[in-house]
Nanobody, 126 residues
Framework: QVRLAESGGGMVQAGDSLTLACAISESASSKTMAWFRRAGNKEREFVASIMGMSAATDYADSVKGRFTITRDNGKNICYLQLKSLKPEDTGVYYC????????????????????WGQGTQVTVSS
C-alpha cells in the first residue's frame, strides 16, 4: 500500500505563505496527485491536482492564482505552495494519489483517489 505523509502546515497570518509537502512511499511518476482540504465541519473539498505524465495542473477557483501544485518525481514528493493566504484557507490539508486516468471533472472526485495521507493543519489568522 502506498503511504503518503504531509508536512509543512502551521499557523500564519493573512497574506503569509506556506509550502506543504507530500512524501510518497514509492515511485509515483505516473500517479495523479492532488490536495484536498477540510475546514471545520465542512465537507472535504478539492484544492489542486497534478497529472502524472503530463504534469498538467488544475485548481479550485478559490485558490487559482494563489496556490501552486508541483511534483518532484525524482524525490517522490508533491508540493503545494500557498501564497496570499486568507482566513478561509484554514483547514486540514490532505494529499491524495490515484492510478486512474483522471481528467476534467473526475480530478475533483475524492472517491476516485485511493491513497490518502493523514493531513496537515493550516491555520490562517486575520
Amino acid at each position: 500500500q502506498v503511504r503518503l505523509a504531509e508536512s509543512g502546515g502551521g499557523m500564519v497570518q493573512a497574506g503569509d505563505s506556506l509550502t506543504l509537502a507530500c512524501a510518497i512511499s514509492e515511485s509515483a511518476s505516473s500517479k495523479t496527485m492532488a490536495w484536498f482540504r477540510r475546514a471545520g465541519n465542512k465537507e472535504r473539498e478539492f484544492v489542486a491536482s497534478i497529472m502524472g505524465m503530463s504534469a498538467a495542473t488544475d485548481y479550485a477557483d478559490s485558490v487559482k492564482g494563489r496556490f501552486t501544485i508541483t511534483r518532484d518525481n525524482g524525490k517522490n514528493i508533491c508540493y503545494l505552495q500557498l501564497k496570499s493566504l486568507k482566513p478561509e484557507d484554514t483547514g486540514v490539508y490532505y494529499c491524495a494519489g490515484s492510478n486512474l486516468g483522471l481528467s476534467g471533472a473526475t480530478l475533483k472526485m475524492q472517491q476516485l483517489y485511493r491513497d490518502w495521507g493523514q493531513g496537515t493543519q493550516v491555520t490562517v489568522s486575520s
